[in-house]
């Protein structure tokens, strides 16, 4: 099984919607858990941590569920400039491994 | 601003050549990783380096090595390049711990022919 697991899409959005997605993941020892945004062609950049207690940013709110082991990402009102796509990262207690899922590719559509 | 540079974005290279693929970072970063992106398959990670001389594997460390013998930089080597290492590499850095963002360079786009 995967560290990282993510349902890749694309999802596509009618804009001015909600979408959300999980990422889940196996390894229990899990410590920390970011949503990084990699528009096309382009490198990868920090969107968010997600803290234990859910947090939000603006039209984002990330949610974690450690019983379930996995994280969420909501987008209200969706723009299209939020085409991208999104990728969940966890960081294991004990080392600096970071890894990634495979990312959910979301489009926007007018 | 932060800056992590990786020294081509486009490489052609022949089959079993040797290939160095090398990154710098100027935020004096302990952890520094490669990872290879292929469609379909995301980010997958190569060998990551949480100081001077150390190294971890990755997922995929199978046909790479890795060399950081200064801190800020951190080097992925192909030893006998195959066409399946026909991907985009992407280098990061983070300060270390817990809860720190990870900065990527641009990306090399590698062909091996």
């Known amino acids: 099984r995967k560290e990282v697991e993510q349902d890749p899409g694309p999802f596509n959005v009618p804009e001015g919607a909600t979408v959300a997605f999980n990422c889940t993941y196996s390894?229990?020892?899990?410590?920390?858990f970011f949503w990084y945004r990699q528009d096309c062609r382009k490198e990868p950049k920090l969107l968010m941590s997600v803290y234990s207690s859910g947090n939000e940013d603006g039209r984002f709110t990330a949610q974690l569920n450690r019983a379930s082991q996995y994280i969420s990402l909501l987008i209200r009102d969706s723009k299209l400039s939020d085409s991208a796509t999104y990728l969940c990262?966890?960081?294991?207690?004990?080392?600096?491994?970071?890894?990634f899922g495979k990312g959910n590719q979301v489009v926007v559509i007018p | 601003d932060v800056k992590v540079t990786q020294s081509s974005r486009y490489l052609v290279k022949r089959t079993g050549e040797k290939v160095f693929l090398e990154c710098v970072q100027d935020?004096?970063?302990?952890?520094m990783f490669w990872y290879r992106q292929d469609p379909g398959l995301g980010l997958r990670l190569i060998y990551f380096s949480y100081d001077v001389k150390m190294k971890e594997k990755g997922d995929i460390p199978e046909g790479y090595s890795v060399s950081r013998e200064k801190k800020e930089r951190f080097s992925l080597i192909l030893e006998s390049a195959s066409t399946n290492q026909t991907s985009m590499y992407l280098c990061?850095?983070?300060?270390?711990?817990?809860?720190?963002?990870?900065?990527f360079g641009q990306g090399t786009r590698l062909t091996v022919v």
């Open positions: 990061a850095s983070s300060l270390g711990g817990a809860n720190t963002e990870a900065f």
């Open positions: 990262a966890v960081i294991r207690y004990g080392n600096n491994r970071l890894a």
């Open positions: 935020m004096d970063h302990e952890n």
């Open positions: 390894n229990s020892a899990s410590q920390s």
